[in-house]
């Protein structure tokens, strides 16, 4: 796990080879990434260098080095140092003696290396331990010239490291099972000042000190739950806003900084503490705290969250603060991911935003979390969604649960796209997650992708300054339509040429996507495709299924084929021109057909996508009861667990047999290479959920049938090679058995559970 940014003294020594030198190592930083940019404008790794002595001091011939085998490695230009003064040297690798700016030919390890300071002499004055540094952290003497050193995260490079405080905590944020009294330390002795409502401290706020005592605070009243985010529900399409029906869990939030002579001397620092007697295991998922003023999200005038000075009750759908874009409209946050045993995921400053369209007016919010360098951390680096190799996000959205057109189920999109996840088209994971904002619980929220140039690069590789989106006026994407407007695609001359400027293949897959969930709301809206710049080819993002999954005899052939002047919506004759026209292609046709039959043959097979519903229905399920006692939504536990099998079961059980019906009669087909009645007797046979699937190797087993006493669980490769195998196992009725595989590489196992009472044999799929 990254290391957190609890903060820890090295208070030993170094070791000086030679005593009283006048010219030290002061302070360094390994991991520049926001702290100073060099004259090319890049955070380059840096070393500042002080005088002690009273005389200024020329270093023509010093050296410096990270290697001691090499300790000659950078040699010092004609300059001199000043008395009592600093030198800044980037450590970049550039080497450059002839500009404004020195830099070293080599750079410096943030996993931790020393730094050698040879004389003209060619002797050792000084070096410094090595040390592990993270984002921003810069590892300096205490007090200029001092033999005490500290990592920091308030680095002070080219200036006295007196002028930045730091703060030393007892207790690092996180889960507690019993109450305790929280110690704070000033390193320069400073006042310190704190706040427990989210406010940024200052000398106006609480003076710590002593301790603080932190307790248990679920039974205190409910506060900012309490503010409406809604008008009244007549006035809205989504879930309005209600106060919670009981009162909710609470955190300890606090934010401190330190102060002198009426200047802010330390950073803010901010912290969650979560005590409970029950905490450990509480929660079978992540949680995010949301930490910032108040009046950033609920005051009338300034306020994110709320109707405010911008709702209009004569256009209630559309209006609101909620509905306010771009920059004047973000405000400052502080977000800390959890585990979910309560270990600091990562912790920051960062920039929040209300997202989505007509979803902005339901009572819950989606969130949109930017890292800014402003900020203090240009990205949040670290695996916000397990299913992906992407440890650096610029962005990422909070969805919410109440964005599908009606039913209460919160995991229409997020099956969607998850059943699709094998086809050839750009989709979003998730990860649900806990959210409190301000220490109070705020329910499930789910992690997203941002679909954005960024989404483009860590998915495919591709700078995102070579990535475009089709936006209104487009002029590749308009050059196109009107060649197809100009051109008939019933000539495959014209065909082959529409085919260098779209991914074939992906546009196929998306539009089966969307044409089997029948997405109401498309292809007049939720449309996303991009190529790479100057020539790539256009492909497809599937974004936002919510309106999917409504009548399973839906005929979306029809729907998606309409030419009709007079609509505009949710298929206007320009969003369905492009499968339109190709539909006049014979081998665009038998490509369709043929795809979309291997597709319900294999992807869209009901017992593969009722295992996935089940899945994440498993994950959402622990936490729907807490959910529901916040938000009165959905309605239940037994209306969400109705919602899903008449929704979303019985629409998979369904959907396959009318598409094949849809598709028979719209291509005037006698023969469809599918045959749906087969596949009805595999929806029941799911009687152990595994869950989540696709996983990184870490997952767990649901009984949800009968219990299963004495077994014997094997898990082989594709080639038959036993892998994991254990005896004597239990798994009661309705109850887990968690495996860890993360030691296997990426690849599709088999796992057998065999007892005298119960057999069931199930793939996983592994990626990390």
């Given at each position: 796990?990254?290391?957190?940014?609890?903060?820890?003294l090295?208070?030993f020594?170094s070791?000086?080879?030679?005593?009283?030198q006048?010219?030290?190592?002061?302070?360094?930083m390994?991991?520049n990434?926001?702290?100073i940019q060099?004259?090319?404008?890049?955070?380059?790794d840096?070393i500042?260098?002080?005088?002690?002595?009273?005389?200024p001091i020329?270093?023509l011939n010093?050296?410096?080095?990270?290697?001691?085998?090499?300790?000659?490695?950078w040699?010092?230009?004609?300059?001199?140092?000043?008395?009592h003064?600093?030198?800044?040297?980037?450590?970049?690798?550039?080497?450059?003696?002839?500009?404004?700016?020195?830099?070293?030919?080599?750079?410096?390890?943030?996993?931790?290396?020393?730094?050698?300071?040879?004389?003209?002499?060619?002797?050792?004055?000084?070096?410094?331990?090595?040390?592990?540094?993270?984002d921003?952290?810069?590892?300096?003497r205490?007090?200029?010239?001092?033999?005490?050193?500290?990592v920091?995260?308030?680095?002070?490079?080219?200036?006295s490291?007196?002028?930045?405080?730091?703060?030393?905590?007892?207790n690092?944020e996180?889960?507690?099972?019993?109450p305790?009294?929280?110690?704070?330390n000033?390193?320069f002795?400073?006042?310190?000042?704190?706040t427990?409502?989210?406010?940024?401290?200052?000398?106006?706020s609480?003076?710590?000190t002593?301790s603080l005592?932190?307790?248990n605070?679920?039974?205190?009243?409910?506060?900012i739950?309490?503010i409406?985010?809604?008008?009244e529900?007549?006035?809205?399409?989504?879930?309005a806003?209600?106060?919670?029906?009981?009162?909710?869990?609470?955190?300890?939030i606090?934010?401190?900084?330190?102060?002198?002579?009426?200047?802010?001397t330390?950073?803010?620092?901010?912290?969650?503490?979560?005590?409970?007697?029950?905490?450990?295991?509480?929660?079978?998922l992540p949680?995010i705290?949301?930490?910032?003023?108040e009046?950033?999200?609920?005051?009338?005038d300034?306020?994110?969250?709320?109707?405010?000075?911008n709702?209009?009750?004569?256009?209630?759908?559309w209006t609101?603060?909620?509905?306010?874009?771009g920059?004047?409209?973000?405000?400052?946050?502080?977000?800390?991911y959890?585990?979910?045993?309560?270990n600091?995921?990562?912790?920051q400053?960062?920039?929040?935003?209300?997202?989505g369209g007509?979803?902005?007016?339901?009572s819950q919010?989606?969130?949109r979390?930017?890292?800014r360098?402003?900020y203090?951390k240009?990205?949040?680096?670290y695996?916000?969604?397990?299913?992906?190799q992407?440890?650096k996000?610029?962005?990422?959205?909070l969805?919410?649960?109440m964005?599908a057109?009606g039913?209460q189920?919160?995991?229409?999109?997020?099956?969607?796209?998850?059943?699709s996840?094998?086809?050839?088209?750009?989709?979003?994971?998730?990860?649900?997650?806990i959210?409190?904002?301000?220490?109070e619980?705020?329910?499930i929220?789910?992690i997203?992708?941002r679909i954005?140039?960024?989404?483009i690069?860590y998915?495919h590789?591709?700078?995102?300054d070579?990535?475009?989106?089709?936006e209104?006026?487009?002029?590749?994407?308009?050059n196109?339509i009107?060649?197809?407007?100009?051109?008939?695609?019933e000539?495959?001359?014209?065909?082959?040429?529409?085919?260098?400027?779209?991914?074939?293949?992906n546009?196929?897959?998306?539009?089966?996507?969307?044409?089997?969930?029948a997405n109401?709301?498309?292809p007049?809206?939720?449309?996303?495709?991009?190529?790479?710049?100057?020539?790539?080819?256009?492909r497809?993002?599937?974004?936002?299924?919510?309106?999917?999954?409504g009548?399973e005899s839906y005929?979306?052939?029809?729907?998606?084929?309409?030419n009709?002047?007079?609509?505009?919506?949710?298929?206007?004759?320009?969003?369905?021109?492009l499968?339109?026209?190709?539909?006049?292609?014979?081998?665009?046709?038998?490509?369709f057909?043929?795809?979309?039959?291997?597709?319900l043959?294999?992807?869209?097979?009901?017992?593969?996508?009722?295992?996935?519903l089940d899945?994440?229905k498993?994950l959402?399920?622990?936490?729907?009861?807490k959910?529901?006692g916040?938000?009165?939504?959905?309605?239940?536990?037994n209306?969400?667990?109705?919602?899903?099998?008449?929704?979303?079961?019985?629409?998979?059980?369904k959907r396959?047999?009318?598409?094949?019906?849809?598709?028979?009669?719209?291509f005037?087909?006698?023969?469809?290479?599918?045959?749906c009645?087969?596949?009805?007797n595999?929806v029941?046979?799911?009687n152990l959920?595994?869950?989540?699937?696709?996983?990184?190797?870490?997952f767990?087993?649901f009984?949800?049938?009968?219990?299963?006493?004495n077994?014997?669980?094997?898990?082989?490769?594709?080639?038959?090679?036993?892998?994991?195998?254990?005896?004597?196992?239990?798994?009661?009725?309705?109850?887990?058995?968690?495996?860890d595989?993360?030691?296997?590489?990426?690849?599709v196992?088999?796992?057998?559970?065999?007892s005298?009472?119960?057999?069931?044999?199930?793939?996983i799929?592994?990626?990390?």
């Amino acid at each position: 796990m990254k290391k957190t940014l609890i903060i820890f003294l090295f208070l030993f020594l170094s070791n000086i080879y030679v005593k009283g030198q006048s010219v030290l190592i002061n302070e360094f930083m390994a991991k520049n990434e926001t702290t100073i940019q060099d004259e090319d404008g890049d955070f380059s790794d840096w070393i500042e260098f002080y005088n002690t002595s009273n005389s200024p001091i020329s270093l023509l011939n010093y050296s410096l080095s990270d290697d001691n085998n090499n300790l000659n490695k950078w040699i010092f230009p004609e300059i001199t140092i000043l008395p009592h003064s600093y030198l800044l040297i980037f450590a970049s690798n550039k080497d450059r003696l002839d500009t404004t700016e020195l830099h070293t030919n080599f750079k410096i390890s943030s996993s931790g290396e020393k730094l050698y300071l040879l004389n003209d002499l060619g002797t050792i004055i000084d070096q410094t331990n090595s040390v592990n540094l993270s984002d921003d952290e810069s590892y300096g003497r205490i007090h200029d010239g001092d033999t005490s050193w500290i990592v920091t995260n308030t680095p002070t490079p080219n200036s006295s490291n007196v002028t930045s405080n730091q703060l030393i905590f007892s207790n690092p944020e996180g889960f507690y099972t019993t109450p305790f009294s929280l110690i704070i330390n000033s390193l320069f002795d400073d006042t310190i000042y704190y706040t427990l409502n989210g406010d940024i401290p200052t000398e106006n706020s609480n003076i710590f000190t002593d301790s603080l005592f932190i307790n248990n605070k679920n039974s205190q009243p409910n506060i900012i739950s309490e503010i409406p985010t809604t008008p009244e529900q007549h006035l809205i399409s989504y879930k309005a806003w209600e106060s919670p029906s009981e009162i909710i869990d609470k955190a300890t939030i606090l934010r401190c900084a330190s102060y002198r002579n009426g200047q802010r001397t330390s950073k803010i620092y901010t912290k969650t503490f979560f005590v409970d007697d029950e905490i450990i295991g509480k929660y079978t998922l992540p949680i995010i705290s949301l930490i910032t003023e108040e009046e950033n999200l609920f005051n009338p005038d300034s306020g994110i969250f709320v109707p405010g000075i911008n709702f209009d009750i004569n256009n209630p759908e559309w209006t609101g603060n909620y509905f306010m874009h771009g920059d004047n409209w973000e405000r400052d946050i502080h977000i800390e991911y959890f585990e979910k045993d309560g270990n600091l995921g990562f912790s920051q400053d960062a920039g929040i935003r209300i997202q989505g369209g007509k979803t902005r007016q339901a009572s819950q919010k989606s969130l949109r979390l930017y890292a800014r360098n402003e900020y203090g951390k240009k990205y949040f680096d670290y695996r916000l969604l397990p299913q992906k190799q992407v440890n650096k996000y610029k962005r990422f959205i909070l969805r919410t649960t109440m964005g599908a057109w009606g039913g209460q189920t919160i995991i229409k999109d997020a099956l969607a796209q998850n059943i699709s996840s094998s086809l050839n088209l750009d989709y979003q994971d998730f990860q649900p997650v806990i959210v409190y904002i301000n220490g109070e619980y705020w329910g499930i929220q789910t992690i997203r992708d941002r679909i954005d140039e960024r989404y483009i690069e860590y998915t495919h590789n591709i700078d995102k300054d070579s990535v475009e989106f089709k936006e209104w006026g487009n002029i590749a994407y308009e050059n196109l339509i009107e060649f197809i407007e100009n051109n008939s695609l019933e000539y495959n001359s014209n065909y082959e040429y529409v085919k260098t400027q779209i991914d074939i293949e992906n546009y196929i897959d998306y539009t089966i996507a969307e044409l089997f969930f029948a997405n109401y709301d498309w292809p007049a809206n939720n449309m996303k495709l991009w190529r790479k710049i100057p020539d790539g080819k256009w492909r497809w993002v599937l974004y936002d299924l919510d309106a999917g999954f409504g009548n399973e005899s839906y005929n979306m052939f029809d729907h998606s084929t309409k030419n009709d002047s007079s609509v505009t919506w949710p298929n206007s004759p320009s969003s369905t021109f492009l499968f339109r026209n190709l539909l006049k292609n014979e081998t665009f046709q038998s490509l369709f057909i043929n795809r979309y039959a291997d597709i319900l043959n294999n992807d869209f097979d009901i017992a593969i996508m009722t295992n996935k519903l089940d899945s994440i229905k498993e994950l959402y399920n622990p936490e729907i009861t807490k959910h529901i006692g916040r938000w009165n939504y959905p309605n239940s536990f037994n209306s969400w667990e109705e919602a899903i099998n008449d929704d979303l079961l019985s629409f998979l059980q369904k959907r396959p047999c009318a598409v094949r019906d849809n598709i028979m009669t719209f291509f005037n087909l006698t023969n469809f290479d599918f045959v749906c009645n087969s596949n009805i007797n595999k929806v029941n046979n799911n009687n152990l959920i595994l869950a989540p699937n696709p996983n990184n190797g870490n997952f767990f087993l649901f009984n949800n049938y009968l219990d299963i006493v004495n077994a014997t669980i094997i898990i082989i490769n594709i080639n038959g090679q036993i892998l994991y195998k254990e005896d004597n196992v239990d798994i009661m009725k309705n109850e887990r058995k968690y495996l860890d595989l993360s030691n296997l590489s990426n690849n599709v196992y088999i796992l057998q559970i065999i007892s005298d009472n119960y057999s069931e044999q199930k793939k996983i799929i592994i990626t990390k």
